[in-house]
């Protein structure tokens, strides 16, 4: 059994699970595949430039840094595949509960670096590159739902652009600054998403705001994220250390056992993302993993209220 499918499948191997259903969509599975997801991989490497980096805290609850700050945290094609190492790292990390994404230096991501676009943008590059980071990006997300507890939340201070908007969409929740903006500005680029931004999208604000925000380039600030559903918080500027209060936010959902933690995110996750019947099968076996566990037999003898 695989541990980490960076260059090969991920092989899972519960029958009518969430991770199942995703194994039979996997994009990436056939050797062909994998040979084209290996030559990208070479290729993005040819454009270096900072780094995505990963702080696994004893709290259970690691921080991912976008760190190209010269470039306003662009994604270099070095990052992009370091991205997907980090992803791995985070799918072996059997403490974590917890994931906090943000950008260095006070700005989350301007999206990909344009100097790296320029160089791969034959359409053939390009596809292998818009699969690669849905891929990743997709992994990000469902981290949960392949072994691991964690529940993630992009820290946006400064602007989220482009990709970068993207990258906010594959967490479960976003809390913004008061400074900060989440732009969708791939029209004015002449493209739509293609890191799975748009899909994402949709399931969180809904079709009609999500058409607003890439038809009309429109800027999300806190408050218009707050009434989209785009943004879960807002963090004041200057009110404390963002990180730290980003961390405490974050805690009230990482508390408390980590099966049930995994169990619960993977009946949300395939209730929004499977078809009743297949989502009923998932959640049933979720019941199962913690009927009876440990945190389920605790509470019984504690004879818990909850007042
Ligand atoms: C997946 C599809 C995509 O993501 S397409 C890419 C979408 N993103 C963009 O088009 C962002 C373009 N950049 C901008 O609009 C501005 O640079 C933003 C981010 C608003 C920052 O403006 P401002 O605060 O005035 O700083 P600046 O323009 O002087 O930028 C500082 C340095 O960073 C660079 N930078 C910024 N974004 C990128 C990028 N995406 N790729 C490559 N480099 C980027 C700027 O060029 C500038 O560099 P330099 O100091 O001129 O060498």
Same mark, same amino acid.
């Given at each position: 059994m695989a541990l980490c499918s960076v260059g090969r499948p991920l092989l899972l191997n519960t029958r009518n699970s969430l991770g199942c259903f995703f194994k039979q969509k996997q994009t990436f599975c056939s050797k062909a595949n994998e040979s084209q997801e290996e030559e990208i991989r070479k290729k993005?490497?040819?454009?270096? =430039? =900072?780094?995505?980096?990963?702080? @696994?805290q004893e709290s259970g609850i690691a921080v991912m840094t976008v760190n190209n700050p010269a470039r306003m945290n662009a994604f270099s094609g070095s990052m992009m595949t370091e991205l997907e190492e980090r992803v791995c790292e985070l799918e072996n990390w059997?403490? =974590? @509960? %917890?994931?906090?994404?943000? %950008? /260095?230096? =006070?700005?989350?991501?301007? !999206?990909?670096?344009?100097?790296?676009?320029?160089a791969i943008s034959n359409p053939q590059d390009g596809m292998k590159m818009c699969m690669f980071m849905q891929k990743t990006l997709t992994r990000l997300l469902r981290l949960a739902c392949y072994r691991l507890p964690l529940i993630s939340v992009a820290l946006v201070e400064g602007k989220a652009l482009g990709g970068g908007a993207e990258l906010t969409t594959a967490c479960d929740f976003r809390l913004m600054t008061s400074d900060a903006v989440i732009q969708f500005v791939h029209k004015h680029m002449g493209l739509v998403p293609g890191w799975g %931004? /748009?899909?994402?999208?949709?399931?969180?604000? !809904?079709?009609q705001n999500a058409l607003k925000l890439l038809a009309g380039v429109k800027k999300v600030d806190p408050d218009f994220g707050n009434e989209i559903g785009l943004a879960d918080g807002i963090l004041k500027v200057g009110e404390g250390d963002t990180l730290v209060n980003t961390e405490r936010w974050l805690s009230q959902f990482t508390k408390g056992s980590a099966p049930v933690i995994r169990a619960v995110k993977k009946v949300v996750l395939s209730g929004r993302e499977l078809a009743l019947d297949e989502a009923l099968t998932t959640e049933r076996h979720a019941f199962g993993t913690v009927w009876g566990g440990p945190a389920n037999l605790e509470a019984l003898a504690l004879k818990t209220k909850h007042k």
């Open positions: 993005l490497q040819l454009f270096p =430039g =900072g780094s995505i980096d990963l702080q @696994k059997t403490e =974590g @509960k %917890g994931l906090i994404v943000r %950008g /260095a230096a =006070g700005t989350f991501c301007s !999206g990909s670096d344009l100097n790296a676009v320029r %931004g /748009a899909a994402r999208l949709v399931r969180i604000v !809904g079709s």
